[in-house]
């Protein structure tokens, strides 16, 4: 039987029934008294320096309140980057200067330049029409091999050669891998683009800034998913506001996958506009705005060699990379095809010897940084596309390739520094092949063949890292922040309770999987507990959701607090019952002193302790509310199998995805309906990256692909329904939930299932092809079929 | 500026709008109805979608001053009077249709539009219906599923969850 109510339920969304009603509160649904309306003039040209910049004409148009430049900015901090990454030879990575409105130059198609605030949105685009601007156009980078050149354009002046970091890892292992891939009796080497992406949240961002004179304290209400994050980078590194004199809200977030971590120009031009002026100050991103200011996703280009024995065992691997950084440093962005790319190169293979190289370049492009899966996605597709390749150069099946090669004890050290605490993936590819019917694909196969149509099946396996930490190690590695998280437990006098939580939700549903921990942990309603969040004024110091931390991270926090709550309030109900606290038990919302009939209500308890008049005042404090900070001692390795199977039309080129299963391991479950959720919109991005969807820049940097005319989003008639399965379950062995994140699963599994699929429908139509790159778009597949 | 009047939600309505004002901009500005979200601006991601007349419009394509005299609901008008759900809000909950929730309205008064044409759609129908709501959270899954539960149908056979 399903349960109905604490862990393991598939408790219906209580958040779901405001944003089904309209009353949901994102950002741009909250209006301040007397606002003025930002519009930013943006660079058209990808790189140009600023020759004349006269806003003296439009100041005077109607409904103009100001008008900002760089030079407003002169003095004010640059938007800071949030890693450091050291080079392998303990260089530091380059960190230019990226300042709030272009300073002198122009970096990419979308750079602000100038900011118009006016009464009104229609007056301050009007008046940015009138601004007088003359930029001399400079040669543009776009492509990462030519901006390596010698004397090719330079993005930033001081940095000939636009390299940011050059990182190996290990860089112990390299000559070894070298010699082991010299010796290897097999090799398989691919060339392969991982295309770049724009997240799309449905929500464009928001920033509106408020300014309270009486208190001098600043208010940013932003679509973002770390709010302490955002206070930290804004008020300590751009604006020079203390943390108490600042507050950053993230009310209800319309998605975010990675692109909402980051602390972005606008949202700092609206909090200093607003100090400025003295009247609050707001931002709303259109669409086509989005496409060039928010950062990207993906976009490395990697050469993958794997060597294997005559016995096929997987004996080296060794990666050559180069990470698209567009034009700053975005806040994460250094981390991304290094600590979070690097580390998953060993995948669930137990391959000895492994050696990654990534050079970082700077391009005259938007900044390119964390997008769901961040790096995990790019480690899976290389290792996933190049075991695919070796299996069918050796004739050997690809499902059998990688059962010989799996890891199968736990704890595993991996060559590339992550410790594995469980798994079991021959599990989950056993239940992969249950719930695809891999079985039965010979047999769909001849019914498209009846068809006229070539059928491909695609299989791959993933691990990713989630909830990275701890703290201490990943300062090491460059991490300019914490990676705890935090809750509070505020339990009231009648018992009802609000958790406090540092995460964030902006679709995962905190707001009713919370809950279920806490109430299965107290034995009281799901209802009776709220959760808080996304508010630096309302919950304690937390860095936030991405990465698949929340519940690894944020939920240990919140299990932290929710034992300490339990023992003081074992304490009072001894005093209470007038018996030793050892005896006391919490079960159902009761409690009780073993092998007695005494107890009283978990109601009773939480009164007593805040009307204390019979309570042990002289042991304990008053009141019930407890804090708790986490930092985990390890990653998280969720774990699966996923398959695809596609049909091609040879004649368009067209593929489409027939069927789509993914086996999780996930650890243990909270609400298995939201986590299939969870794995639903990671397969349609991951489908969306492998077929349709590629940010475009022509050769000037001119963006083409910034619109949903141009940029193909997955829509409701290019997926199936999904198979889905997270029965497979080893509890992660270090938290206490026993859990390990899913929120990017899906993303991470699915581009290589597709085109391992794709790759395989075309060579069963006789076609010699053995790589495409993404996105298989019709035009490519017919290309490499007629080529 | 022009004076626009129009009943939205079963209450007449006015305001002053210059002739550039989109209907989604007055609905979201001026009535201060906050459900219908705007997600693009090329038309083309249904966020903003209302019923103008009883037909589903993307109200990002129309301007105010065309909607004079009009009939208009939006997300906040389609619950019963005691706040109860309509059938398609409530699969949305039951089937966990929704993640961030800012598709959502639009996605409900599309799937109310689609339910009133076709109360029986397949698969393949609602999928080619919803071609003009974008989604990014959810890859579709529940959102098909829910609108044919809400339409009566059995769903038990459609994979987990
Ligand atoms: S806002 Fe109207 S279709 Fe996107
Ligand atoms: S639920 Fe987030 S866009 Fe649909």
Redesign the interface.
């Known amino acids: 039987m399903p349960k109905d109510h604490g862990i393991g339920a598939?408790s219906?969304?209580r958040?779901?029934?405001?944003?089904?009603?309209?009353?949901?509160n994102?950002t741009?649904?909250i209006n301040a008294r007397g606002q003025a309306y930002v519009h930013f003039l943006r660079s058209d040209v990808a790189h140009g320096r600023i020759t004349n910049i006269d806003t003296a004409a439009a100041s005077e148009m109607p409904g103009v309140v100001r008008i900002f430049t760089g030079a407003d900015f002169e003095g004010i901090g640059s938007i800071p980057c949030g890693w450091q990454v050291t080079d392998r030879f303990g260089e530091v990575m380059h960190e230019p200067p990226h300042p709030v409105l272009a300073q002198g130059k122009v970096r990419h198609v979308g750079d602000p330049i100038a900011a118009i605030v006016a009464d009104s949105l229609?007056e301050a685009r009007d008046a940015a029409e009138a601004i007088e601007l003359d930029i001399e156009e400079l040669p543009a980078v776009v492509n990462m091999k030519d901006a390596l050149k010698d004397g090719a354009p330079k993005v930033h002046d001081d940095l000939p050669g636009n390299l940011c970091y050059d990182w190996g890892f290990v860089e112990e292992n390299r000559e070894a891998v070298d010699k082991a891939i010299k010796e290897a009796a097999h090799v398989t080497t691919l060339e392969l683009v991982n295309n770049r992406l724009v997240a799309?949240?449905?929500?464009?961002r928001v920033a509106l800034g408020e300014y309270n004179r009486a208190n001098d304290e600043s208010t940013l209400y932003t679509t973002s998913q770390n709010p302490h994050v955002i206070r930290l980078l804004m008020g300590a590194f751009v604006l020079g506001i203390p943390e108490h004199k600042l507050r950053v809200v993230a009310p209800?977030?319309?998605?975010g996958?990675g692109t909402k971590i980051f602390h972005y120009a606008e949202e700092a031009f609206c909090t200093f506009a607003a100090r400025q002026l003295a009247r609050p100050v707001k931002w709303?991103s259109?669409?086509?705005e989005a496409f060039m200011s928010d950062a990207h996703g993906r976009d490395h280009v990697t050469k993958i060699e794997l060597a294997l024995d005559k016995d096929n065992n997987f004996v080296a691997l060794r990666t050559d990379t180069l990470a698209n950084m567009g034009a700053y440093l975005s806040t994460f962005a250094p981390s991304v095809p290094t600590w979070l790319h690097g580390t998953l190169m060993a995948g669930n293979y137990k391959t000895p010897l492994i050696y990654v190289n990534v050079r970082a370049v700077f391009t005259n492009t938007v900044p390119v940084d964390a997008y769901r899966g961040a790096g995990r996605p790019e480690a899976t597709y290389q290792l996933e596309r190049v075991v695919d390749k070796a299996a069918r150069e050796l004739g050997v099946d690809p499902i059998a390739l990688r059962r010989q090669n799996f890891i199968t004890e736990f704890p595993y050290q991996t060559p590339v520094a992550v410790e594995y605490d469980t798994g079991d993936y021959p599990a989950t590819m056993d239940k992969l092949e249950e719930i695809a019917d891999i079985a039965g694909f010979a047999a769909r196969r001849k019914e498209s063949e009846a068809k006229g149509r070539l059928r491909g099946l695609g299989v791959n396996c993933y691990i990713e890292a989630c909830g990275i930490a701890p703290s201490n190690l990943v300062g090491q590695l460059g991490a300019r922040a914490g990676l705890y998280e935090s809750a509070t437990v505020r339990v009231n006098a009648t018992g009802s309770i609000s958790v406090m939580t540092g995460s964030h939700s902006?679709?995962?549903?905190h707001e009713t999987a919370f809950p279920q921990v806490v109430a299965e942990m107290l034995g009281i309603p799901e209802d009776q507990i709220d959760i808080v969040h996304g508010d630096t004024a309302r919950t304690p110091m937390g860095m936030g959701t991405y990465g698949s931390r929340s519940l690894a991270v944020g939920g240990s926090a919140m299990v932290r607090a929710t034992e300490k709550v339990i023992n003081k309030a074992k304490k009072i109900a001894s005093h209470l019952m007038e018996a030793s606290e050892a005896d006391i038990e919490l079960k159902d919302g009761q409690f009780t002193v073993a092998g007695t009939d005494k107890s009283v209500a978990w109601g009773d308890v939480t009164l007593a302790a805040y009307v204390p008049h019979n309570y042990p005042l002289e042991d304990i404090e008053p009141g019930l509310e407890e804090t708790a900070f986490y930092d985990p001692s390890n990653f998280t390795y969720p774990s699966g199998a996923y398959a695809c199977e596609v049909e091609l039309d040879p004649e368009t080129g067209r593929v489409t995805i027939e069927r789509f299963s993914a086996a999780d391991d996930f650890g243990n479950v909270i609400n298995?309906?939201?986590?299939?959720?969870?794995v639903?919109?990671?397969?349609?991005?991951g489908v969306g990256q492998a077929l349709m969807e590629g940010c475009v820049y022509d050769e000037n940097g001119q963006l083409l692909s910034a619109?949903?005319?141009d940029y193909a989003?997955?829509?409701?008639?290019d997926?199936p329904?999904?198979?889905?399965?997270h029965s497979c379950v080893t509890p992660c062995t270090h938290n206490p939930l026993g859990v390990k994140g899913c929120g990017e699963a899906?993303a991470i599994g699915s581009p290589p299932a597709v085109i391992n699929a794709v790759v395989d429908a075309m060579q069963s139509g006789g076609h010699d092809v053995t790589h495409i790159d993404m996105p298989a778009s019709p035009s490519r597949v017919w290309a490499a079929m007629n080529g | 500026m022009a004076k626009v009047q129009m009943t939205v939600n079963g209450k007449s309505v006015s305001g002053e709008v210059e002739g550039r004002t989109l209907l989604v901009e007055f609905i979201r500005g001026k009535l201060e109805l906050t459900g219908t979200h705007i997600g693009c601006d090329t038309s083309q991601c249904g966020a903003c979608l209302v019923h103008v007349n009883g037909q589903a419009v993307k109200s990002c394509t129309m301007f105010a001053a065309e909607a004079e005299g009009a009939e208009v609901t939006t997300i906040e008008g389609i619950t019963g009077k005691d706040g109860s759900l309509t059938a398609v809000q409530q699969a949305f909950q039951d089937y966990h249709g929704l993640q961030c929730g800012f598709c959502t309205p639009g996605m409900v008064m599309s799937a109310t539009a689609l339910l009133k044409d076709n109360p029986k759609p397949s698969e393949a129908e609602i999928r080619e219906y919803l071609k003009g709501n974008i989604c990014r959270c959810t890859g579709y899954h529940n959102i098909v599923k829910a609108i044919m539960a809400a339409s009566g149908q059995d769903v038990g056979a459609i994979a987990a969850e």
């Open positions: 598939s219906k969304r958040e779901d029934v405001r944003f089904l009603t309209g009353t949901g994102y741009d649904d229609a799309n949240p449905m929500e464009p209800d977030v319309g998605g996958f709303t259109t669409r086509s902006h679709g995962q549903g298995p309906m939201i986590v299939s959720g969870q639903h919109g990671g397969i349609a991005q619109s949903y005319m989003m997955p829509r409701a008639d997926v329904f999904y198979s889905v399965d899906g």
